[in-house]
């Protein structure tokens, strides 16, 4: 049995995925452009920098067990260390 391969169809599935090789290309260079950066600086809510635990002024640093460490405050919740 013999299989007649067309050039026709050939070249035409070569050239379509070259189109989307350079459409996919495109959409990525154009995502990437256009990401937006976390290039930011996290703050504490008075406006100074965490510490090196990631704590903000008046709060410690505390080993809750299970929980891990936790920033707390004098008079509230504690919550995870900012990042």
Known sequence: MKIKLNWKIIL??????????FC???????????????????????????DE???????????MGDLGFNCCPADGDCFPPIK
């Open 12 to 21: 035409i599935c070569v050239v379509w995925f070259l189109v989307g090789g």
């Open 24 to 50: 996919g290309y495109g959409i990525a260079l154009y995502a990437g452009n256009h990401a937006h950066s976390a290039d930011y600086t996290i703050t504490c809510p008075d406006g100074g920098a965490v």
């Open 53 to 63: 635990n990631g704590c903000c002024a008046g709060e410690v640093y505390t080993d």
